[in-house]
């Protein structure tokens, strides 16, 4: 007799057994993840269209996302996928009850991997919105380059704008509160990959791809979360176990199908 | 009222619990994803042209697949979820296709089916003038009914 | 207990109350997860939502009677045409036949207790209310002027309410999604012992071929509604050329979830083809396989030819080239189908009821539906016609002539299953016979018109353009389709307040195979007292008129 929590599962009536119940529940799921494929289907399209109609853009303009963070997103997610898919593995193999202590530690690990990704795109955003890379009209970095400038001719004197290397020379006269501040400011609003971005046409249409598209998919990757929280919780009352795992399975393969979306968006947005 | 387990064979009969994969192979793909993930930066730093996309894509299917196969075990799952998954990338293949087609051939119809030639047309214009020539009539009767509506669209408030 | 071959199946009355009288109560229906109850529920809300767009066609209709003004301006005139369009597609048609007829017949038909995801249609069937919520209170506020298809750039300018229109639909999306998944698992896993592939009726054959269309398309017209939405709010950009998109591409996006979908509207209702005209001739399916087959390749085939809607759009010519090829394609399997119904009653023991004659309707205006569709397809020809009354005239035949058709003939024909009681059968031959007449007389003119020039969605026309006559002779045609529905209307409700007849004396009043008719009528809640084994086909009638054996 064992002293582990474990809910006996007893299924539907209007199913023969489990394992029918089972098998189904994952054909419903497998049929739902198509839908969320075609989904982001329409998104992967409009970014070919548009990248076929502007390559220069999109080249000047991708060059501009931070791929060191994107890189840091893949390998967080990639490592979720790996901790949700062992927890799966914990339940199909939790006889009495006693792996439930395992399955909650590696459903709690997943979802603290899925919080640090949002952490991770929050920065990102933060720094787009505050260089004005945004979408459609929204795309105030021109301008906001063009105060920039402004104000530290206001603050160096124009002819800072002479020196062979801008950067250098501000940070030698730099003294002021002003100065250090506009000095910090150019140095992030100054890089070459964003002042590439004043001499292609319509760089919007690509921050507008680029939010969309991280946007949906962060939506997906909250609900995912959400998703697996709620697993968790059960799982911590002993309700998954060797007969009956399906809720984990299934909440791994939505999981799963975020981090695949995110292994293609990757690559297409911040590398080529 | 009753209920009682009848035999049926409307789906594949697997043990109840499912393949198990072993913990090693979860291991495995793990570290294999990590190492593709490195290559798709590295790759990522050589310009291949117009190839370059292509290249990300395929590296990024292998890791695609390893999940699928792997985490979401496709490999030892009943064909028909197989069968679910594989046949939607065909209809997402599906909709990429058309309008690629359509933005890569816009205002290229005549080079695609060699269908103009300049000779061709004027030699058509020449023909028409002929017969508006020839056939004085028909040339009135259509100049009546076009009048006959453009007089009507000139009253039209 | 021993497993109940269908053949030796015998029907029995135990104390166990039908699924209407089984816990009553407002409460109970709303929060039901029946699929039979779900299934009544839609019946009424199709029927009520067939009511709105019926409405604004006959305000259409009656505004195109004469030249000039006659009963509203031209803005109050987008908005009612707009309106007519939405509330038929995505509130009457698309939901139709499978959210009304397949949610209470599939799991009959196919030997279960219910579907696989009940709380899933129920989901279904809530989300669907809050959709329809979300569409009439556009109607309040002011409807929508763009077209039932949301063209951009006059979608992303209009200052109507389009972003809720989109959103409405978006939500209503999802019951589509939930119903064509739900469909799907219960035909893969739950069906009867003996129920094999080639043993189910041709109707569940036709709701998996739409259930795979639902499932694969509808998401597209989510991300391309939520793209919409996302250009009028936030100003993306994709799709508006004064920023550099491509209004195109909107159309592309739009078209390649619309296209299957008119598919998702005209599948079931061959499916209800294949089941009235087995029944009423006595007769099993011509070429069984060859039909079930044709459901499939028009799912698949019905994705490859969106960009005929779009011939004049911009879009390539090489591109448009391609897609009238592939549409000729599609009329192909649809024409199998049309041949071997027509086979089936060649020497079949023919019942002129009113099952029947709705199936006879749909033979014919499908048809014409369909070979119209041929020259809409021929690119050449197409240039002269698209956005003509022809178009309109073609699509009506299909979706009116063959969907709507098909489903008042399924409503009748499993009427005693889902009520326990018959309707009146003269009235109901007659409501039949008018709308048929009617509906010819709308829609015939319509394809004249429209070869001699008449646009749609004009709100006017000139007395000296030659078509008035037409635009009269159609809007006549429109009173005699609205006196066959009223009549229809009248003798099914007074159906509903006859007492329920005996419930074994209409558990199978046609005589039918399939095994939905193994259950007294109305069925009780879980079905089945047994779930039968199936050993033969369902359309194995017995022959010579020999009474079956239960």
């Given amino acids: 007799m064992s002293d582990f929590l474990l809910h006996k599962h007893e299924h539907e009536h209007f199913f023969y057994n489990n394992q029918q119940e089972a098998s189904s529940a994952k054909l419903g799921v497998w049929l739902f993840l198509v839908t969320e494929i075609l989904l982001f289907s329409g998104l992967f399209v409009a970014y070919t269209v548009v990248k076929m109609q502007f390559p220069e853009m999109w080249k000047v303009a991708s060059a501009v996302l931070d791929w060191k963070m994107g890189s840091l997103n893949t390998v967080v997610l990639i490592t979720s996928s790996w901790t949700v898919a062992l927890a799966v593995r914990a339940a199909q193999t939790n006889q009495r009850g006693e792996k439930n202590k395992q399955i909650v530690g590696l459903l709690a690990f997943t979802v603290v991997c899925a919080f640090i990704f949002l952490v991770v795109k929050y920065f990102e955003y933060s720094h787009k919105i505050h260089e004005g890379l945004l979408w459609g009209a929204k795309y105030t970095f021109p301008a906001k380059v063009a105060e920039l400038k402004e104000q530290i001719s206001a603050a160096f004197g124009a002819s800072i704008w002479d020196q062979k290397n801008v950067l250098e020379s501000m940070a030698s006269l730099a003294k002021s509160d002003t100065q250090m501040h506009l000095l910090k400011e150019w140095t992030e609003f100054g890089k070459p990959e964003l002042q590439a971005l004043l001499n292609v046409e319509k760089p919007h249409l690509f921050f507008g791809i680029y939010f969309l598209i991280t946007g949906l998919h962060g939506i997906h990757v909250v609900i995912g979360m959400s998703l697996l929280i709620w697993i968790l919780i059960y799982s911590r009352k002993g309700y998954f176990y060797k007969d009956y795992y399906t809720p984990v399975e299934l909440g791994g393969l939505y999981w799963h199908l975020v981090d695949l979306i995110w292994i293609y968006l990757f690559p297409l947005l911040y590398l080529v | ?157 | 207990m021993s497993d109940t071959q269908a053949k030796d199946y015998h029907l029995h009355l135990t104390d166990e109350p039908d699924y209407i009288d089984a816990k009553p109560g407002i409460g109970a229906w709303l929060s039901t997860v029946d699929h039979k109850r779900l299934g009544i529920m839609y019946l009424f809300a199709v029927f009520a939502t067939f009511g709105l767009g019926g409405l604004m066609a006959l305000l259409v209709r009656l505004e195109l009677f004469s030249p000039g003004a006659t009963i509203m301006g031209p803005d109050t005139y987008n908005r009612v045409f707009t309106l007519h369009g939405l509330a038929m597609v995505f509130l009457f048609i698309i939901p139709g036949i499978p959210a009304a007829l397949g949610n209470f017949v599939l799991p009959l038909m196919v030997g279960a207790k219910d579907v696989a995801f009940p709380r899933l249609n129920r989901a279904s069937f809530h989300v669907y209310l809050v959709g329809t919520a979300m569409a009439l209170y556009t109607l309040v506020s002011g409807g929508v002027d763009t077209g039932w298809t949301f063209y951009t750039p006059y979608s992303s300018q209009s200052d109507t309410p389009v972003v809720m229109m989109t959103l409405s639909a978006f939500v209503l999306g999802f019951s589509s999604i939930f119903t064509g998944l739900n469909f799907i698992v219960t035909i893969h896993k739950m069906r009867a012992p003996g129920l094999t592939w080639d043993r189910l009726p041709l109707f569940i054959w036709a709701l998996y071929a739409t259930s795979i269309i639902q499932v694969m398309a509808t998401p597209v017209l989510g991300i391309t509604l939520l793209l919409l939405a996302m250009e009028k709010v936030m100003g993306v950009g994709i799709f508006d050329p004064a920023l550099g998109g491509d209004p195109v591409l909107f159309q592309h996006f739009f078209w390649f979830y619309s296209h299957p979908a008119v598919y998702i509207m005209i599948l079931p209702g061959m499916g209800v083809m294949s089941e009235l005209v087995t029944t009423f001739s006595r007769k099993k399916i011509f070429g069984y396989r060859a039909v079930a087959f044709s459901s499939l390749a028009i799912a698949i085939i019905s994705f490859l030819v969106w960009g005929h809607h779009m011939f004049v759009s911009g879009q390539s010519a090489y591109a448009g080239m391609v897609f009238s090829f592939l549409t000729f394609l599609v009329a192909i399997p649809s024409a199998i189908k049309v041949f071997n119904w027509a086979t089936t009653l060649y020497k079949g023991s023919i019942i002129l009821n009113t099952p029947m004659l709705w199936a006879l309707s749909f033979l014919i205006l499908f048809t014409i539906g369909g070979l119209t569709g041929l020259f809409l397809g021929t690119l050449g020809v197409d240039v002269h016609l698209h956005d003509t009354y022809f178009v309109v005239a073609h699509f009506h035949y299909v979706m009116m002539g063959g969907t709507a058709m098909a489903f008042f003939g399924g409503v009748h024909y499993w009427w005693p299953k889902m009520f326990g009681r018959m309707y009146n059968e003269k009235l109901a031959q007659l409501s039949a016979i008018l709308v048929f007449i009617g509906f010819n007389v709308t829609f015939l003119p319509q394809f004249v018109m429209g070869s001699r020039g008449m646009p749609r969605r004009y709100y006017d026309y000139t007395p000296e353009s030659g078509y008035e006559i037409f635009h009269k002779i159609s809007t006549v045609g429109s009173w005699i389709l609205l006196a066959g529905m009223l009549i229809m209307l009248f003798y099914l409700l007074q159906s509903l307040r006859q007492p329920k007849n005996q419930r074994l004396e209409l558990a199978n009043p046609w005589e039918a195979r399939s095994l939905e008719w193994l259950t007294v009528s109305p069925p009780i809640e879980h079905n089945f007292h047994e779930i039968p084994t199936v050993v033969e086909g369902p359309y194995e009638f017995p022959i010579n008129g020999q009474k079956s054996e239960h």
Avoid: C
């Fill in chain 2, 1 to 157: 009222m009753s209920h009682h387990d009848t035999h049926h064979d409307s789906h594949d009969s697997h043990d109840s619990h499912g393949h198990v994969t072993a913990l090693s192979v979860y291991h495995g793909i793990f570290a294999a994803l990590l190492v593709l993930t490195f290559i798709t930066v590295a790759i990522s730093r050589v310009d291949f042209g117009a190839a370059n996309t292509l290249i990300a894509m395929f590296v990024a299917t292998i890791k695609a697949s390893l999940v699928a196969l792997f985490f979401m075990h496709l490999l030892h799952d009943e064909k028909l979820n197989v069968i679910t998954f594989t046949f939607s990338l065909l209809f997402v293949a599906l909709f990429f296709l058309f309008p690629l087609v359509d933005i890569t051939s816009r205002g290229r119809i005549d080079d695609l089916t060699d269908t103009y030639s300049l000779e061709k047309e004027n030699k058509k214009i020449e023909a028409h003038k002929q017969f508006l020539k020839d056939n004085p009539k028909w040339d009135q009767a259509n100049k009546d009914r076009i009048n006959h509506f453009m007089g009507v669209e000139a009253g039209q408030k």
